[in-house]
């Protein structure tokens, strides 16, 4: 079975990027085979400072979001803070994703397994890959059809995080699909003075760690000119870079 690979911008900041990250989606998938999950966020909830950019808005993102899918033929996936999202990103979504920090919100996974939509569960920097079979419980309890697990490292504090690839056959024996967060398992938590911080460089190299304990997909935000992102800039993957990228995991 061909790994799940989901890439897109952190944050919806424009009809003109969505549309750039999309074509060149499209592109990867023609010359791979390849069925890549766009993702962007219609809100970033969780932003270090309350002056940072969150986005659109549920309204205006998620059609935006409706039309990249109508005009690409994309599947999408983007996140919910609250439960009351559910259902309407359910609406344009084929994935809907619980952010890790709210990985044990029960309302928030019931909502979400409610909609019949795939639900990928991002664990929590706190917990570890074995905890994450009660989120799952919930959610399937509450009659999912499909539940996925994504790894994103564990935080000590000290705006860093340190990544346990352990997690990830651990988590296999929840579920089948455990996905590895390359781009946010680099980031370094308000670590940059209001900020989060990140470090680029090793991307590529949690991605084929992730590979040799078993992941079996990879999630990857990208950006045309991540020093420009308006959200999670650092740890950003510049968008000429994936193709490459998903050539070496298929390899």
């Not at 993702?39 to 808005?57: E, L, M, Q, V």
Request: charged letters at 25%; proline letters at 5%.
């Amino acid at each position: 079975m061909k790994p799940v690979f989901i890439a897109g911008p952190c944050v919806i900041e424009s009809k003109q990027l969505l549309e750039t990250v999309a074509e060149k989606l499209i592109d990867i998938n023609s010359h791979l085979g390849t069925d890549i999950i766009f993702k962007s966020s219609f809100d970033k909830a969780n932003r270090t400072s309350i002056h940072s950019f969150r986005g659109p808005g549920i309204d205006r993102g998620l059609q935006m979001l409706a039309d990249i899918k109508d005009r690409y033929g994309l599947r999408i996936l983007t996140d919910i803070h609250e439960s009351w999202q559910a259902q309407p990103a359910a609406e344009v979504c084929d994935v809907l994703q619980i952010p890790a920090f709210l990985c044990r919100q029960t309302d928030l996974l019931v909502a979400a397994a409610k909609t019949g939509r795939i639900v990928n569960i991002k664990k929590a920097q706190f917990l570890s890959g074995r905890d994450m079979r009660y989120p799952v419980e919930k959610a399937l309890d509450a009659g999912a059809n499909e539940v996925w697990l994504t790894e994103r490292g564990n935080c000590f504090g000290y705006n860093n995080l340190v990544v346990d690839f352990r997690n990830i056959p651990d988590m296999r024996e929840i579920v089948p699909t455990v996905i590895m967060d390359c781009t946010h398992s680099v980031q370094r938590p308000g670590g940059g003075n209001g900020t989060t911080g990140g470090d680029r460089r090793f991307v590529p190299s949690m991605a084929m760690a992730a590979k040799a304990f078993g992941a079996t997909g990879y999630f990857f935000e990208v950006h045309p000119n991540p020093d420009k992102g308006l959200s999670d800039g650092p740890n950003m993957l510049e968008l000429d870079k994936l193709e490459e990228l998903i050539k070496d995991l298929l390899a």
